[in-house]
C-alpha cells in the first residue's frame, strides 16, 4: 500500500478538487469585477434614462472604488495574521458584490444604485488583495505562476466581452438583465469560495500565520481617512468635487495631515502597524507597488480617453463614417485585450520558473515606452484611425504583461511572512495610480483641450520612462528548498 507524501501544509496538501474550487471563485470575481467595470459606461447612463437620475448618475462610478482602496492594507493585515480567514474575506466580498448588483437589478432610483456601489470597491480588495494569495497558499510556485498567470486572459476575456455582451444585452433586453448577469457570477463566485474551497481552521495554520500584537485600529482609522479623502479629491475632482472648490481643498488638507499621523503611527507600531515597517523596507515590495502605480497611472490615458478621442476628434475618418464612431472606438479598445487572451499563462509562467519578474517587466516595459512614444507622435487630429488600432494591439504586450506581474510577482518574489501583507500594499498602487492618473488627465484635457491629449501621453511616457529604470531595483529572492 502506497502512503500519500504530504508537506505538512494543509493548504499544499488539501485536494485538488477543493483546491480547483478556490481558483473559479477567484477567477470569478476576477471576471465580475472587469465585466462590471467595462460595461458602467453603457449601464448607468441606460439605467439613468430608465429610473431617473441622469444629472447624477457619474456619482455611481466615483464612489465604486472609494471602499475597495481603504479596505486593501485592512484585508492584508487581517489575512496575513488569520489566513484561515483568507477565504470569508474573498468569499465574502464576493458575496457582498452579488448582493450590490442584486440591488442595481432592483433599484427603483438612481440614489439607490450610488449607495448601494459605495460598497463596490470590496470585490477588487477581496479578489487582488487577498484571493491571488489564495492560489498562492494551495499551489507550489511553478503551478501557482500559471494560475496566476491565467488571471490575466480572464481579464482580457472581460475587456472584450464587457462592452459588446454588455451593450447587447442592455440594449436588447435591458439593463437589469445585465446586473442579474453579473450578479449570478459573483454569486457562484461566493459559494464556491466559501462552501467549495479550501477550508482551514484557525488552529491548522497557526505556524503560516504572522506573528504580532493586536489589530491596528487607530493605523486603520487613519489610512481610511488619508486614502478616502485623496480618492475623492482626486477621483471626483473633474465632477462632483471640482479641483479648486473648498470641499476639494480641505479634502486634501485632511488627507495630507492623516497621512502625517499615519506615518508617526507607523514608526511608533513598527511590524505591529496596518502597513507593517519590514514591508515598506522590503524593495520588492516597494519596487512592484511603485510600478503597478505607475503603470496604471499612465494606462488610464489609453484606457480611458482614447476612446473619446477617437469619438469626438476623429469622427470624419473613413472607418468612422463606415461603421459608425463608437464603433470604431469600441474595436480600438478590444484590440488591447486580444494578446491578453494568450500571453498571460505564459509571462506567470516565465515568473515562477525564474522566480523574480525582472525580466518580463524589461520586456513588457520595452514595448511599454514604444508604444507611448508612438501615440506621443501620433495623437493628432487627422491620424488614421487604423494607426491607432496597430498601436492599441501592440499595448496588449505591455498590458498583460502588468496583469500577469501583478497577480502572480508578489506570490513568487516575496517571502512567506510578508506574502500576504506585502500583496496588499502592491495592490494599493493600482487603484492609487488610476486614481490619480485619472485627476491629473482630466485636469490636462480641461485646461489644453484637444491639444491636451498630446500632453497627457507625454506625463505617461515619462512615468513609465522610470517605471522602466526602477525595474532594474528588483533581486532575486532565494529560492525556498520545498520549493524547488
Not at 474550487?21 to 465580475?32: E, F, P, R, S
Not at 511553478?142 to 472581460?158: D, E, N, P
Not at 481617512?225 to 488638507?253: D, E, Q, R
Not at 514591508?279 to 484606457?303: E, P, W
Request: hydrophobic share 60%; proline share 3%; charged share 10%.
Amino acid at each position: 500500500m502506497s502512503v500519500e507524501k504530504t508537506s505538512g501544509n494543509v493548504f499544499l496538501d488539501a485536494p485538488n478538487n477543493k483546491k480547483l474550487m478556490t481558483v473559479i471563485g477567484v477567477y470569478c470575481g476576477v471576471l465580475a469585477n472587469l465585466l462590471v467595470s467595462t460595461s458602467n459606461s453603457t449601464l448607468l447612463p441606460a439605467a439613468a434614462a430608465d429610473i431617473g437620475g441622469m444629472e447624477i448618475y457619474g456619482l455611481a462610478q466615483g464612489v465604486s472604488g472609494i471602499l475597495g482602496v481603504i479596505a486593501m492594507p485592512i484585508f492584508g493585515f487581517i489575512a496575513a495574521r488569520n489566513p484561515a480567514m483568507k477565504r470569508w474575506l474573498c468569499g465574502g466580498s464576493l458575496g457582498i458584490g452579488a448582493l450590490v448588483l442584486l440591488v442595481r437589478a432592483l433599484a427603483p432610483s438612481m440614489p439607490v444604485i450610488i449607495v448601494a456601489n459605495v460598497f463596490w470597491g470590496l470585490v477588487s480588495a477581496g479578489v487582488f488583495a487577498v484571493g491571488f494569495t489564495m492560489i498562492r497558499d494551495v499551489y507550489d510556485r511553478k503551478r501557482a505562476g500559471f494560475y496566476l498567470g491565467l488571471v490575466g486572459t480572464m481579464m482580457s476575456i472581460a475587456m472584450l466581452v464587457g462592452p459588446f455582451l454588455g451593450g447587447l444585452v442592455i440594449d436588447r433586453i435591458g439593463w437589469r438583465v445585465w446586473c442579474w448577469i453579473l450578479f449570478a457570477i459573483l454569486a457562484v463566485g461566493f459559494a464556491v469560495v466559501v462552501f467549495g474551497g479550501v477550508k482551514v481552521s484557525k488552529e491548522d495554520v497557526a505556524d503560516l500565520a504572522r506573528k504580532g500584537g493586536k489589530f491596528d485600529f487607530l493605523g486603520s482609522v487613519f489610512i481610511a481617512v488619508f486614502l478616502g479623502c485623496l480618492i475623492i479629491a482626486l477621483s471626483m475632482g473633474g465632477s462632483y468635487v471640482k479641483f479648486g472648490t473648498p470641499l476639494n481643498t480641505v479634502l486634501l488638507v485632511i488627507s495630507v495631515i492623516a497621512f502625517i499621523v499615519l506615518c508617526l503611527v507607523i514608526k511608533k507600531k513598527g511590524n505591529d502597524a496596518i502597513v507593517p515597517t519590514d514591508a515598506l523596507k522590503d524593495r520588492n515590495t516597494m519596487v512592484l507597488a511603485a510600478a503597478n502605480f505607475l503603470h496604471n497611472f499612465g494606462a488610464m490615458t489609453i484606457s480611458f480617453f482614447i476612446a473619446g478621442f477617437i469619438m469626438r476628434t476623429l469622427a470624419n475618418d473613413p472607418i468612422c463614417v463606415a461603421i459608425g464612431p463608437a464603433l470604431a472606438a469600441g474595436i480600438a479598445m478590444a484590440l488591447m485585450a486580444v494578446l491578453g487572451l494568450f500571453l498571460g499563462p505564459v509571462f506567470g509562467k516565465a515568473i515562477a520558473k525564474a522566480g523574480t519578474a525582472k525580466n518580463v517587466m524589461i520586456f513588457g516595459n520595452v514595448f511599454r515606452v514604444l508604444v507611448m512614444a508612438g501615440f506621443v507622435f501620433a495623437l493628432v487630429p487627422g491620424v488614421p484611425v487604423w494607426v491607432i488600432y496597430i498601436l492599441m494591439f501592440l499595448a496588449g504586450v505591455f498590458t498583460s504583461q502588468q496583469q500577469a506581474t501583478q497577480s502572480a510577482a508578489p506570490q513568487i518574489m516575496l517571502d512567506k511572512d510578508l506574502r500576504t501583507i506585502g500583496n496588499s500594499v502592491i495592490q494599493l498602487g493600482q487603484n492609487l495610480g488610476a486614481g490619480i492618473g485619472m485627476a491629473v488627465f482630466t485636469l490636462v484635457l480641461g485646461i489644453f483641450g484637444a491639444e491636451g491629449m498630446r500632453i497627457c501621453m507625454i506625463i505617461a511616457l515619462v512615468s513609465w520612462i522610470v517605471l522602466f529604470f526602477i525595474t532594474f531595483l528588483l533581486k532575486s529572492p532565494a529560492q525556498e528548498a520545498s520549493e524547488e
